[in-house]
């Protein structure tokens, strides 16, 4: 199993609805991060959370919210949906913040 | 904010060639990763770097901590078809997460 698991792994949409990208954890990692990729521009970091009761913004918050549910989840909101959202999302999760972060398979969404 | 740069941003190999990339830096860094991405998947971690002058191997792969430590550098030997993917370098931002250079697009031809 992995350890870093996201759901769903695909997702297509219309402008306007509600979203939530799901990430579960078994490292026992404290950390966790949401990313987005785009094509030339890397990885761009949305919120993180240093614990349940941590949450930080990140680069690119905007539009975006987050939810840490447990050590072990980390879920990510569209709560208004728009075409320039549409990305390939990364969960990560790392022990601390000077440890490499480890990366979940992604989440590919399409907002129509 | 602080931002990394990739060279090349993408290449074109022959199977069997060595290859070269780099990743500079307007800051100075004490750590440096590099990952890869496969297609479909997460980016996995391939070497980490802690000191300046640094070289450390991983099978085929060589990355080296720069000296001015505002770079890096990965070169991988004798390149193989499943060698393609994205190579991303990355350092810490403000010693609280990680940021990201907008990677190597690698390509082997058989």
């Known amino acids: 199993d992995a350890d870093v698991t996201q759901t769903p792994r695909n997702r297509i949409t219309k402008t306007g609805k509600r979203i939530m990208l799901e990430c579960s954890q078994t490292?026992?990692?404290?950390?966790m991060y949401w990313y987005r990729q785009d094509p030339g521009l890397g990885l761009r970091l949305i919120y993180y959370s240093f614990d349940v009761k941590d949450i930080n913004k990140g680069e690119i918050s905007d539009g975006y919210s987050v939810s840490r549910q447990a050590q072990a989840k980390f879920s990510l909101s569209l709560e208004s949906a728009i075409p320039n959202q549409t990305a390939l999302y990364f969960c990560a999760t790392s022990e601390t913040g000077f440890q490499p972060q480890h990366f979940g398979d992604g989440t590919r969404l399409s907002i129509l | 904010g602080q931002q990394l740069n990739q060279s090349p941003q993408s290449m074109f190999i022959q199977e069997g060639e060595d290859v070269s990339m780099n990743c500079t830096s307007s800051?100075?860094?004490?750590?440096w990763l590099w990952y890869k991405q496969d297609p479909g998947e997460g980016p996995v971690l391939l070497i980490a770097?802690?000191?300046?002058?640094e070289l450390t191997s991983n099978g085929r792969l060589t990355a080296q901590f720069g000296i001015t430590r505002k770079d890096s550098f990965l070169n991988i030997s004798a390149s193989i078809p499943s060698d393609v993917g994205i190579y991303f370098c990355a350092g810490p931002y403000y010693g609280q997460n990680f940021v990201f250079g907008p990677g190597t697009r690698l390509s082997v031809l058989p």
């Open positions: 800051s100075i860094f004490n750590t």
């Open positions: 490292k026992g990692h404290d950390r």
């Open positions: 770097l802690y000191k300046a002058g």
